[in-house]
């Protein structure tokens, strides 16, 4: 079974703290998203990034930068927190293709800026 | 653009059949998703279509795939409490990102 690892659920922290969230997947997938979930908004994707050291910008990228400097880890990262980034966020992994592949989710991590 | 809809509420008996609604947009997608998202986790696939079909059946989920309108339903059969959470549709209009609807909270009452 595919591992989607976040590394913390719950995560409180301050409006202007930089924030990292850690992502680990054990499958060797070459994909890796970032998505942040909000009610009646579904799932927004951040950032994604198709290989190591590769990151393209998602739907809505203000404010968050990614690091892909391993294939198995992809960290999102909030420069200077802000209230609005409170949020679910889930990250995500899927093997590469020419047709799309079903992604795999992590447990998701909720932050709250305060 | 890409966007894909789904009625936010469902409210069924235990032992009814639920069905989910989705809309899309995208006419290439090569695949349509269903997740599935319990409180407090993560998505969950549950099954998905590929676009040159009309229909698949996994047990007590039917999936129905009308390409024609882009319209994508998922029916549970026989729902029980277990299956209350919400669901997720979701198209890949490119490459390897999915489009994901808002989500339908399914509630199963006793």
């Known amino acids: 079974d595919v591992k989607v690892t976040q590394s913390s659920r719950y995560l409180v922290k301050r409006t202007g703290e930089k924030v990292f969230l850690e992502c680990v997947q054990d499958m060797d997938h070459e994909n890796m998203f970032w998505y942040r979930q909000d009610p009646g908004l579904g799932l927004r994707l951040i950032y994604f990034?198709?290989?190591?050291?590769?990151?393209e910008k998602g739907d809505i990228p203000e404010g968050y930068s990614v690091s892909r400097e391993k294939k198995e880890r992809f960290s999102l990262i909030l420069e200077s927190a802000s209230t609005n980034q409170t949020s679910m966020y889930l990250c995500a992994s899927s093997t590469a293709s020419r047709d799309s592949q079903p992604q795999h989710f992590g447990d998701g991590t909720r932050l709250s800026i305060l | 653009g890409e966007d894909v809809e789904q009625s936010l509420f469902l409210s069924v008996r235990e032992g009814d059949s639920s069905v989910i609604n989705c809309t899309y947009t995208d006419s290439s997608s090569t695949y349509l998703y269903w997740y599935k998202q319990e409180p407090g986790a993560g998505l969950q696939l549950l099954t998905y279509?590929?676009?040159?079909?009309d229909m698949k059946q996994d047990q007590r989920l039917t999936v129905l795939l009308n390409k024609k309108d882009k319209h994508l339903s998922l029916r549970i059969a026989d729902t029980q409490t277990g299956d209350s959470a919400i669901y997720f549709c979701?198209?890949?209009?490119?490459?390897?990102?999915?489009?994901f609807g808002t989500g339908t909270q399914l509630k199963v009452e006793l």
């Open positions: 279509i590929f676009s040159n079909m």
């Open positions: 979701a198209e890949s209009p490119l490459g390897n990102k999915l489009t």
């Open positions: 990034s198709y290989d190591v050291k590769m990151k």
